[in-house]
């Protein structure tokens, strides 16, 4: 099963403040949905708290929430306790690609846990206030592609460039 990273990252490598998103690009969450449709999506518990009650869980997705609390519930998710937990209920499923998508501290650990193979990564062509950011990692290791890129318009504050990084 292939372990894919998505997330949309400011220049600073910012990702969210108060428990929210920092930008609206309407596109990129169109990307975000066609791409992880079909998939597990694995989050930790306060970026799911983050998805607007109405759109959650992700519709389409088999939705998997990590966190610390044993005694956390939530409607048509499966509730885990560890990042490998979650991999093995999509690994024990026949999933083909899960999708790690956020917050912080998730891909932080699926990095340091050499977990990930593919990651797409949106780079907001901007730097932002944030309480929330994307792990450094090491560029060197992997191959990255552009799959698109957006300049800002009538529906976008901010440019950004979608790209594909593949683990050599």
Same mark, same amino acid.
């Given at each position: 099963?292939?372990?894919?990273?998505?997330?949309?990252?400011?220049?600073?490598?910012?990702?969210?403040? *108060?428990? *929210? +998103?920092? &930008?609206?690009?309407? @596109?990129?969450?169109?990307?975000?949905?066609? $791409? =992880?449709?079909?998939?597990?999506?694995?989050?930790?518990?306060?970026?799911?708290?983050?998805?607007?009650?109405?759109?959650?869980? +992700?519709?389409?997705?088999?939705?998997?929430?990590? =966190?610390?609390?044993?005694?956390? $519930?939530? !409607?048509?998710? *499966?509730?885990?306790?560890? +990042?490998?937990?979650?991999?093995?209920?999509?690994?024990?499923?026949?999933?083909?690609?899960?999708?790690?998508?956020?917050?912080?501290?998730?891909?932080? +650990?699926?990095?340091?846990? *050499?977990?990930?193979?593919?990651?797409?990564? $949106?780079?907001?062509? %901007? %730097?932002?206030?944030? @309480?929330?950011?994307?792990? !450094?990692?090491?560029?060197?290791? &992997? =191959?990255? %592609?552009?799959?698109? %890129?957006?300049?800002?318009?009538?529906?976008?504050?901010?440019?950004? =460039?979608?790209?594909?990084?593949?683990?050599?």
């Amino acid at each position: 099963m292939q372990v894919s990273i998505i997330a949309a990252v400011a220049a600073n490598r910012a990702i969210g403040k *108060d428990n *929210d +998103l920092i &930008w609206k690009l309407p @596109d990129d969450l169109k990307f975000f949905r066609n $791409t =992880t449709m079909g998939h597990y999506v694995i989050m930790g518990r306060m970026n799911y708290e983050s998805i607007p009650h109405k759109w959650r869980p +992700l519709d389409g997705r088999a939705n998997v929430i990590i =966190t610390r609390q044993k005694d956390y $519930t939530a !409607e048509q998710v *499966d509730v885990v306790n560890s +990042l490998e937990e979650a991999l093995e209920i999509a690994r024990n499923n026949k999933e083909e690609e899960a999708f790690v998508i956020g917050g912080g501290q998730i891909y932080q +650990l699926a990095l340091e846990l *050499d977990l990930v193979d593919v990651m797409y990564l $949106t780079h907001v062509h %901007e %730097e932002f206030e944030a @309480d929330v950011f994307f792990p !450094e990692f090491d560029e060197s290791k &992997w =191959t990255k %592609e552009i799959i698109a %890129e957006h300049p800002i318009d009538e529906r976008h504050k901010h440019a950004f =460039t979608i790209f594909k990084y593949i683990r050599k």
